[in-house]
């Protein structure tokens, strides 16, 4: 028999006898993870000026490049041009790269340097312009005089600070009424814009960079931090690059090519490979191919969080402010996100002028990069 009395149905959500049923929470859809701050954790110090410096130093350097397009005799001449005359010494067992033949300085007059070509009995090699040198190192005569001392510079090097903020504002009668899935107004509105600010931060930390001029900044310029992006200059690879594995699709070949290349060029351990999402789908398809499943498997699983190559083992970090181009290969030792001394993310009540409540979150951080040629970048790779 069918029921005749009145049920909720026939009230209706409209009527004012139903009681709203209303979930507890808040839910955000709006992305706002951090992971490269979280890889990377707190700092073990703080910047203490807008302009926050460190220093760099660098070994002497132990290769060259030969700078002469004159050959008479390819496979015999004893003299020629290199780009730095400065880093040899008499006495230097020197070889051209991917050759078998040694050489032995005798001489060294600016930049030309004279030879024994064939050194220990190897066979002498035709010789090239732009061919990469290395010094193997220096025979010195038993009982001579010490050489010329020879150093290098420390290079002082800087980031800007820049200061993050957001104001947060709440009338009077929204402080005290009752809110849905809320305790209190304010508290929510704030952590809304530290969220924002985070976001922010991180991908300036990726992306950003300094003005071309004023970059101390001003009350009409504005003051912004270099980002990692930004800093790097010498291990930037880019698709189409002559020597670089061919394609622009990410593949082993690309990141192992990186690796080795920073590998031979510093004492980095790259520890950390960004990527945007797109590439972190082709990273994981690094090993599609050899992937097994027994007839008793209910998951398939396609991820690779970590990938160890003979150049050590990075852990994979996809966040969504990177640009989706590019893969970011880091040495995190060398990196840090500094607050300025006391200015870390904070919120700051202000005097209200009316009925309401206000204040403004700030914060001041600067990126402290060590060793630009310890990191590399991948740029032009597919997106799509």
């Known amino acids: 028999m069918a029921f005749t009395g009145k049920a909720t149905y026939s009230a209706g959500t409209a009527l004012p006898e139903l009681a709203e049923d209303v979930s507890d929470l808040v839910h955000v859809i709006s992305p706002h993870d951090t992971p490269l701050l979280e890889m990377l954790g707190d700092p073990l110090h703080e910047a203490t000026s807008p302009r926050h410096e460190w220093l760099e130093d660098e070994l002497l350097p132990n290769k060259d490049v030969i700078d002469d397009a004159t050959w008479v005799d390819l496979d015999a001449d004893t003299t020629f041009n290199v780009d730095h005359g400065s880093r040899f010494r008499v006495g230097d067992q020197i070889q051209v790269q991917g050759s078998e033949e040694l050489m032995l300085v005798t001489a060294v007059n600016t930049n030309t340097l004279t030879v ?10 035709d010789l090239a312009d732009n061919q990469i040198l290395n010094i193997l190192g220096n025979a010195a005569l038993e009982g001579a005089d ?12 800087a980031n800007y600070t820049q200061i993050f903020t957001a104001a947060v504002e709440v009338s009077g009668s ?15 509105q704030k952590l809304a814009r530290l969220r924002e600010l985070m976001r922010d931060l991180e991908s300036t930390v990726l992306n950003g960079g300094w003005p071309a001029s004023d970059p101390q900044g001003s009350d009409t310029a504005r003051r912004t931090m270099k980002g990692i992006i930004q800093h790097l200059s010498t291990n930037i690879f880019r698709t189409g690059d002559s020597g670089f594995p061919t394609g622009s699709d990410l593949d082993e070949a690309k990141i192992n090519y990186a690796l080795r ?13 960004v990527v945007g999402g797109f590439q972190k789908r082709k ?4 090993c599609s191919d050899s992937r097994r499943y027994a007839p008793t498997d209910t998951t398939f699983r396609d991820r690779i969080s970590e990938y160890e190559s003979d150049f050590g083992a990075c852990q994979i970090v996809t966040t969504r402010w990177l640009p989706q181009d590019a893969v970011l290969l880091l040495d995190s030792s060398r990196i840090s996100v500094l607050p300025l001394t006391g200015r870390s993310f904070h919120f700051k009540p202000l005097a209200s002028a ?9 914060g001041e951080y600067t990126l402290e ?7 590399g970048l991948i740029r032009n790779l597919t997106t799509s």
């Open 116 to 125: 024994v070509r064939g050194y220990a009995g190897t066979t002498p090699e």
């Open 146 to 157: 010490k050489p010329s001392a020879r150093f290098t510079n420390r290079l002082r090097c």
């Open 174 to 188: 929204d402080l005290v009424a009752r809110q849905l899935g809320l305790t209190d107004e304010m508290e929510h």
């Open 261 to 273: 290349k920073i590998w031979e060029n510093s004492s980095a351990h790259i520890d950390l490979i």
């Open 283 to 286: 990273i994981n398809a690094f």
């Open 354 to 362: 009316g009925d309401y409540e206000c204040g403004e979150l700030i």
């Open 369 to 375: 990069l060590k060793n630009e040629a310890a990191h």
